[in-house]
């Protein structure tokens, strides 16, 4: 009696089919499939935060086709190019960075926007380029870093961060900052300067609290006592708290948020899109999507330690830790640990110029990948 075979053949021809596509296109299919089920949660819940909005969730998902794009064509250049355009890239956005100054577009209280013929904010690019920057820098010299370099580095990645913050914009010059600072801690930062560093942590923290705006430091304020101004300063954080107590621990289902349909959470399909997760789908839904994301980090660490060089080694390793950073700070802000510095959650949010940046990222570390199997046969 024959054996039908046809359905096993058919299956292992399928699988080396999927393969030989992600190979072509230079995509790892593990990190692939996570970062499309983390979009595809966001799309589930930006439509619950959105008030069943169909027009918003067309744009939202314009925006992933075209972060999608994005991170396939930087799939295809070499970390050999990438490295070489390194310090062009961080020299053209502190340009840009300049310009926005002075010739940038105002919106919501801040001035982040150039305007020439598209409307983006010069910052998303600093996210990338003060790592490449810092990494280019790296790679050539002798590790761990010395002093004189690590004060060279320092200032690389303090301009940018400065000027970011003047627009205001505290959470991305947070995080252009941190990402730059990620790299010197993965070349082997000695002890003594990590020590001789936490000496300036108290009158660093005064010296920005002097240069904060109003807004600012009043969000400081509030963390410690929300009550203080519950229709005021405190009013996003505590109905975040309201949204996610509430949700319990398997949530009140999609759509049925009360929180969220009467619109009493703020900002509830960017920077509070975690309080809508955890309102409609509990403390489970939290953890499940938690879940995601440390396999996301995970598998870009993963990328990383497996890089081939220490440029490669060192960008791979800042934006993957850079991402963990969003996710930390977007979660610990919702629920009230840190103060709220406008931060969206990655992959989930609502918007378009943050998450291209978050895909380009991606795709940087997909190219580092491909490139070391290319090596490694």
Known sequence: MLKDTSNTWHSKYS????????????????????????????????????NESTEVLMRQLFRIGI????????????????????????????????????????????????????????????????????????????LPPSGKNILNIFILILIPSILIAKQPDLGTSILVFTSGILIIFLAGIPFRYISALSLFAIPGSLLLWKFMEDYQRQRVITLLNPDIDPLGAGYNIIQSKIAIGSGG???????????????????????????????????????????????IIARSLYIASQAPDLYSKLLAGSISLTFFVYVFVNAAM???????????????????????????????????NSNQKLLST
């Open 249 to 295: 621990l398997f949530g009140k289902g999609w759509t049925n948020g009360s929180q969220v349909q009467l619109e009493f959470l703020p900002e509830k399909s960017t920077d509070f899109i975690f309080a809508v997760i955890g309102e409609e789908f509990g403390l489970l839904g939290l953890l499940f999507i938690l879940i995601i994301y440390i396999l």
């Open 334 to 368: 919702v629920i009230g640990l840190i103060p709220i510095v406008g931060i969206p959650l990655p992959l989930i949010s609502y918007g378009g110029t943050s998450m291209v940046t978050l895909m380009i990222g991606f795709g940087i570390l997909m190219s580092i």
């Open 67 to 142: 972060a999608f794009i994005a991170l396939m064509i930087t799939a295809q250049i070499s970390p050999d190019l990438i490295r070489r355009i390194s310090p062009w890239s961080y020299f053209f956005g502190v340009v840009l960075l300049s310009l926005v100054l002075f010739l940038g577009d105002i919106g919501q209280g801040a001035q982040r926007w150039l305007d020439i013929g598209i409307r983006f904010q010069p910052s998303e690019i600093m996210k990338l380029a003060v790592p490449m920057m810092v990494a280019w820098y790296l790679h050539e010299r002798k």
């Open 15 to 50: 699988i080396k089919d999927s393969d030989l596509t992600l190979q072509l296109f230079k995509l790892d299919g593990p990190l692939l499939l996570l970062i499309s089920i983390a979009f595809l949660l966001g799309i589930f819940v930006l439509f619950s935060a959105s």
